[in-house]
């Protein structure tokens, strides 16, 4: 099992990763570490591979998972082992787990020491305002670190122009998160991580690290929907030690 550490400045009993699709008891199309329970793998084999993340960190309380829907709901994680919809969680209790599940989306962390959220954010929630809902749960904006899990990178994710506009309307300084292709009318490539950084920066984060990566161009470590259709997904976790 391959897990991947965000590197940023943060205290010590912050605790976070991301999965990737090494290891785990998925076959086929959903070869690996598949932790989406909605996406058609065999669920023995799903369930399988959440208990051995589960042990590999060493979490004790059930993780607070979320039936995603591309919206701007932010829920407290409970240990209760019941699934809520909403595409967010935050927590400030100790050894719970909060996690978005994604395959191109972007999984956005925030903590400021005292507490954690993660966002699972697309375009649609990005538009709609699902970070600005997740920073909306610390009571200094200003305190908080964020870092940028693996998404579909700039190189890779084609969006038409009703994207680049949605964006626009609301922050003009999108625009320079936009290349036009060349020989395509109306259609451009974005940069998500750009497009996240500028929303976090707009409502007063500071501090915001990583956007390193391309899910779709790294079949090796990334499930991706967008290069695959059917696939699994990879997990951000964020908990407090």
Not at 15 to 35: D, E, K
Not at 170 to 188: D, L, Q, S, T
């Amino acid at each position: 099992m391959k897990l991947l550490r965000p590197q940023w400045p943060v205290s010590g009993r912050v605790q976070a990763c991301v999965s990737t699709r090494q290891g785990g008891a998925s076959r086929g199309a959903f070869q690996g570490l598949n932790l989406g329970d909605h996406v058609g793998d065999d669920p023995q084999s799903v369930a399988q591979n959440r208990q051995n993340l589960a042990a590999q960190l060493g979490l004790e309380r059930p993780a607070q998972w979320l039936q995603q829907v591309h919206g701007v709901d932010v829920v407290q994680a409970v240990a209760d082992g019941q699934v809520r919809q909403a595409d967010a969680c935050w927590s400030d209790q100790p050894g719970l787990a909060c996690v978005v599940m994604t395959a191109d989306c972007l999984p956005v962390f925030f903590s400021d020491g005292c507490k954690v959220a993660v966002a699972h954010a697309g375009w649609r929630g990005l538009v709609a305002g699902i970070l600005e809902n997740t920073l909306a749960v610390f009571e200094r904006p200003e305190q908080v670190h964020c870092w940028l899990g693996p998404a579909i990178g700039p190189e890779a994710f084609e969006v038409g122009a009703e994207v680049q506009e949605a964006f626009c309307v609301a922050h003009p300084a999108a625009a320079e998160a936009f290349v036009a292709r060349v020989g395509v009318p109306g259609k451009y490539f974005a940069d998500i991580y750009a497009l996240a950084r500028l929303r976090l920066e707009a409502i007063g984060v500071a501090s915001v690290s990583g956007g390193d990566f391309c899910t779709l161009n790294d079949a090796q470590n990334f499930y991706s929907y967008r290069r695959d259709g059917e696939t699994g997904r990879m997990a951000s976790l964020i908990w407090l030690a």
